[in-house]
């Protein structure tokens, strides 16, 4: 059975909502979004078919227009703290798998947090590293080198878990390089081919973006 894609809500569609949108969508992930802007909405439409003109941000709103039905919810709204509130009670009450607020600021941050969603601030984080949180659980960091490759710290697949470096398929199938493994909180850069992997592990790998997307995923 093909596994069901991954459908990202998002509320408000200023810079940040715009960029994530975008980011999303260049990725293959569903989204469906909001802007009581109607300027900004068309924009949207350009490039997927749900996202509406709109003001109601009440449960039953959400939900008839489809945000029950995602997997994650990132509550964009910087320019008036009361509707951010708003929306993200009630994007947790739709029970909503993840809700993500931006804090424009630590007090707003820390309301946000209270309220029980993950809170992530766009002066230090970018709507890149947030695309890739969403779009893996597995990334722990990243670094673009340039529009086709990337260096990122990933989670041990568990099937990697007992197997020796020189026997996995991460150059093989996916064309990437383990340039480092991180162990208990160290790196280590020099590695050796019969290293066998243990749980808790971390890999550096080096590769194109679209073969470690695919390699991210992996169990």
């Known amino acids: 059975m093909a596994k069901k894609k991954k459908t990202v809500g998002i509320i408000g569609l200023g810079k940040f909502g715009m960029y994530l949108a975008t980011e ?9 979004c909001l802007d009581k802007d109607e300027r900004k909405v068309k924009r949207a439409l350009e490039i997927c078919d749900y996202a509406f003109v709109t003001e109601d941000l009440s449960v039953s709103h959400l939900k008839d227009i489809g945000y029950k039905e995602c997997d994650v919810i990132v509550v964009c709204i910087g320019d008036q703290m009361d509707s951010a509130i708003f929306a993200t009670m009630n ?24 309220l029980g969603a993950q809170v992530i601030y ?6 890149s590293h947030l695309c890739k949180n969403i779009l893996s659980n597995n990334v722990l960091d990243f670094i673009s080198l340039n529009d086709e490759v990337e260096i990122c710290e990933v989670k041990l697949p568990g ?36 290293y066998t992997f243990v749980s808790g592990d971390a890999l550096v790998v080096l590769g194109e973006k679209k073969m470690l997307r695919k390699f991210e995923q992996k169990k």
């Open 24 to 32: 999303l969508v260049a990725s293959g992930i569903n989204i469906v």
């Open 159 to 194: 099937s990697y878990i007992g197997m020796r470096i020189k026997d996995t398929d991460a150059r093989l199938k996916f064309g990437i390089n383990i340039i480092a493994i991180e162990k208990q909180g160290k790196i280590i850069t020099r590695i050796d081919p019969e």
């Open 122 to 127: 766009p002066y230090k984080d970018s709507a």
């Open 91 to 114: 994007s947790l009450e739709l029970g909503c798998e993840k809700v993500i607020a931006l804090g424009y600021s630590e007090e707003s941050g820390k309301v946000l947090e209270k």
